[in-house]
């Protein structure tokens, strides 16, 4: 098998699991054993692990040293602890983020709202999910501070922190794709104020919606 064979295969094997996991064919808490995913998947067990790894990195499952691999089981109050630091971390740099706008990260951000837009219709979730981190991420590079980008991206792996656990409606996918344009637009118009609660609308989405 060639290396972009390998890769395609890989990448094949990580969509099915987390179809699987996102369709509530494999729960949160279920125990991913790796000769059961080769059997469903019909596939090899490096390309079970790879893709395990690689959902693992993701905070969707959780790898335990000497048990395994299970889907990972949220933590209602963990999560909502997690969403207040975003928003402090997260609000403290809109003036930053402003102040550090030029055309060119504006026409970045807005390539990277319709790239999300355009996987809502046409791309695999995990696609759908990197889109998303992509665009977050160049907006708090805004803030001009490397260490807090990074340091947000660990806070947000504490918990199952991928937009598709939330993304229980195509209503609740399209508003959070409208909000991404709509923070643009602040930033835009220089409006710190309306940067900062939508920042806060977004990363606190209705329960249930």
Not at 7 to 20: G, M, N, W
Not at 49 to 59: E, M, P
Not at 63 to 86: F, K, L, M, T
């Amino acid at each position: 098998m060639s290396e972009v064979e390998s890769q395609a295969a890989e990448r094949d094997v990580t969509e099915l699991v987390l179809q699987d996991i996102l369709t509530g064919m494999l729960p949160a808490g279920t125990w991913l054993k790796q000769i059961d995913l080769e059997r469903r998947y019909d596939c090899t067990r490096p390309e079970v692990r790879r893709a395990l790894d690689r959902l693992s990195q993701k905070r969707l499952v959780e790898h335990v040293p000497n048990r395994g691999y299970h889907v990972y089981q949220p933590d209602g109050r963990r999560a909502d602890e997690v969403s207040d630091i975003r928003v402090i971390l997260e609000t403290a740099v809109a003036d930053r983020m402003i102040t550090n706008a030029t055309p060119d990260s504006i026409a970045t951000l807005r390539r990277l709202a319709r790239h999300f837009d355009d996987m809502t219709l046409t791309g695999t979730v995990l696609e759908h999910y990197e889109a998303n981190l992509a665009f977050h991420r160049e907006l708090l590079l805004l803030g001009g501070n490397q260490e807090l980008v990074d340091l947000v991206s660990e806070i947000r792996q504490r918990t199952s922190s991928a937009p598709v656990s939330q993304w229980r409606t195509r209503a609740r996918i399209e508003q959070s794709g409208r909000e991404h344009h709509m923070m643009i637009n602040a930033l835009e118009a220089g409006d710190a104020g309306e940067l900062r609660r939508l920042i806060t609308l977004h990363i606190r989405q209705p329960k249930g919606a």
